[in-house]
């Protein structure tokens, strides 16, 4: 099983309002990175935090944000949430900075 | 933006039968990795390929990169109801920060 856990694992909000997604990365994970995944189509990359630094991020508006820790945990925030946030939101962390990554469950939140 | 482009989008497949997807690119990649997402689940790491022409093999499965690094395919030989799923590619942008193609969803008849 992943090594990589998210919490929640559903979710309902409504439009307008803010939520927080968790991560908790295996141990010497120092990369993690968050995807958007929408229904029936490929991860969507949101953006990296190495060694809780930001260090990379995809095309996605300033109310996404992040936050790593040093205990490899992690957060997502999105903002004004809308409609189009619908999705399976994935964490995924990687020992090896070139390597493959071990994805979480994810979460899947339903903007409503 | 750099994008990878996956086909076909779906497979139906009798069991036992042979697959294959292909991933193509407009640019070189510097590496890709593949991953395999069962129905409701998560994306899973397959495998990692990196030099040109390269070639793996996972007991059934088998991974070719193209000589100009700007393709790749996953074979499977001989289909079983344990293979569906959404086989995914993902190039590797500078910083490991993975674009993943569209994907290939493969159905197995039994």
Not at chain 2, 81 to 102: H, I, K
């Amino acid at each position: 099983e992943t090594g990589v856990t998210q919490s929640p694992t559903h979710l309902i909000k409504t439009r307008g309002q803010q939520v927080t997604l968790r991560c908790s990365s295996q141990s010497g994970h120092n990369t993690v990175s968050w995807y958007q995944q929408a229904l029936g189509q490929g991860p969507q990359f949101i953006f990296q935090y190495y060694r809780e630094e930001e260090n990379g991020r995809g095309n996605f508006p300033p109310r996404f944000s992040g936050l790593q820790f040093p205990n490899y945990s992690s957060e997502l925030n999105v903002n004004a949430l809308e409609l189009d946030d619908s999705a399976l939101y994935l964490c995924a962390s990687s020992f090896d900075p070139v390597g493959g990554y071990t994805f979480g469950s994810g979460t899947r939140l339903t903007v409503v | 933006g750099q994008q990878v482009m996956q086909i076909p989008q779906y497979q139906h497949v009798q069991e036992g039968e042979d697959f294959t997807t292909y991933c193509n690119s407009s640019t070189t990649l510097s590496n890709i990795q593949w991953y395999k997402q069962r129905p409701g689940g998560h994306p899973v790491f397959l495998i990692q390929l990196v030099k040109s022409g390269e070639v793996k093999k996972q007991k059934r499965l088998t991974f070719q990169f193209g000589e100009a690094k700007k393709n790749s395919s996953l074979h499977i030989t001989a289909t079983q109801t344990t293979d569906v799923g959404t086989y995914f590619c993902a190039r590797n942008n500078a910083g490991n920060m993975l674009t993943f193609g569209g994907g290939t969803r493969l159905m197995v008849k039994p």
